[in-house]
């Protein structure tokens, strides 16, 4: 629950000692390490495997032109959690596990499992369509997910809705992409020049067409399913264990579904590829798109209600929520945080925003029932935070929430004003901005 300021002593955290007689392993440093260790032999391995399969030349080509959406897709996820940003260490684990991890998995059980089909069928041909519409879809998905898995699980404080599990697994599936593309472009270019093909004719421009112009959004569609259902179970409460299990596992189904219809698109005939992209791929990205940015909209409306109560703390200004609860205000006193104040004085503006933000989450949660039991310490914790902020971004954010507060329409007095020598019958008057938080 809020209390008034000044902030008072953090209360000790009896956790602390216990973390001094944990066990070798269960420090972070070494968790740490492990990850990074893995992560690298991981990458070291996929690279060795695409280079062996492209060549040299071939996987140059390949990083080149794989590498071409992977910006535009991390700025669009990016964009996506700009109400919450999460730290960037989560986007860059979900991106090399994606690309260095999941990628592995991917090429060493689709190979295992094509070549026993075949071997136990006698019909390469036959397992070849298997393991590209059964065998893959299961495989990729399984492996992306356990990036968004392991988020949830170890960073959960960064995982608290949905739009959080669409830029993990958007995340992921973008670095899977990437590597997936590497070696699909690497392989089309080795092919024209054996064949000779070059221009718009060749094998590497249909690829490059086909998934960097047309569908380089196909990964992260399929997994932000499983992400919209870990994120869906990130707002149940702790003893909602069946919804905490089944959401996202639905979610991974309808993402390997979905998957393997894009990839047998192919067995259904010469137009079967873009009759899927029209009936399947663009309505679900367009809903899903949709799905995002209301949810995104939600968020600033929680925002807007959950604040007011530590304005009334003393916590916060009033316009404070009213300011926080706009994108439009937001970027606005980045601006005059920067102008007046430098680079740093704008990043204690975007972190203030991002504290106060969680804490809007997080009081949420609570009235909701949904709070863990560490709601009180997280709580002072954030508004600790904001009140070592506050010097600095208290008058940007009052800047904002003027700029940016709508006019009120107010009806003109039916007594004539001074100056004027007549007025209409029910005329209206704009006057400046209003914020309806100020006082």
């Known amino acids: 629950m809020a ?36 992560l690298t032999l991981s990458g070291l391995v996929i690279l060795a495997l695409v280079r062996e399969q492209t060549g040299t030349e071939g996987f140059l080509v390949g990083l080149g032109l794989a590498v071409l959406p992977v910006p535009l897709l991390i700025a669009v996820f990016r964009w996506l959690d700009r109400v919450e940003p999460g730290p960037w260490r989560n986007l860059l684990f979900a991106f090399a596990w994606g690309a260095c991890a999941a990628a592995l998995i991917a090429i060493v059980a689709n190979s295992f499992a094509t070549r026993w089909i075949a071997t136990a069928t006698a019909d390469p041909s036959s397992a070849d369509t298997l393991g590209a519409t059964v065998i893959a879809p299961v495989v990729e998905e399984c492996a992306k997910a356990a990036a968004v898995l392991l988020v949830f699980l170890f960073r959960r404080r960064d995982f608290t809705g949905i739009v959080d599990g669409v830029v993990i697994a958007g995340v992921t599936a973008t670095g899977f992409a ?30 490059f067409f086909v998934r960097v112009i047309m569908s380089p ?28 299990v089944l959401l996202p596992l639905s979610g991974l189904l309808l993402a390997m579904g979905m998957h393997a219809i894009w990839n047998g698109s192919s067995t259904f005939g010469e137009y079967g590829f ?137 009806a003109a007095p039916p007594w004539p004003v001074y100056g004027v020598y007549g007025y209409p019958a029910s005329p209206v008057v704009r006057y400046p901005a209003y914020n309806p938080y100020r006082t």
């Open 217 to 244: 959004f196909a990964h992260p569609l399929f997994t932000v399913l499983t992400g919209i259902g870990f994120g869906i179970a990130a707002l149940s409460g702790d003893r909602q264990h069946v919804r905490r």
């Open 274 to 410: 873009f009759a899927v992209y029209a009936a399947f791929m663009v309505p679900a990205f367009g809903l899903l798109t949709w799905l995002v940015i209301w949810t995104r909209q939600r968020e600033l409306k929680t925002v807007r209600e959950e604040l007011p109560a530590y304005t009334v703390a003393g916590w916060l200004t009033p316009a404070e929520p009213y300011a926080l609860g706009s994108m439009r205000a937001r970027q606005l006193a980045r601006d005059y945080a920067r102008h007046h104040g430098g680079r740093s004085a704008a990043r204690a503006v975007a972190q203030y925003e991002a504290y106060a933000t969680s804490l809007a989450f997080l009081r949420h949660r609570g009235r909701r029932g949904r709070a863990g039991a560490d709601f009180v310490v997280r709580e002072r914790e954030l508004l600790h935070e904001l009140w070592r902020r506050r010097e600095v971004a208290r008058p940007a954010l009052d800047h904002a929430a003027r700029v940016t507060a709508p006019p009120v329409a107010v």
């Open 3 to 38: 209390t008034c300021p000044p902030y008072p002593t953090h209360p000790s955290d009896p956790a602390d000692g216990a973390l001094r007689h944990a066990h070798w392993w269960q420090k972070k440093w070494v968790r740490y390490g492990a990850l990074i260790t893995l």
């Open 178 to 207: 990437f590597t997936e593309n590497i070696l699909y472009l690497g392989t089309a270019f080795g092919t024209d020049q054996l064949t000779g093909d070059s221009g718009i004719a060749s094998v590497t421009a249909a690829t």
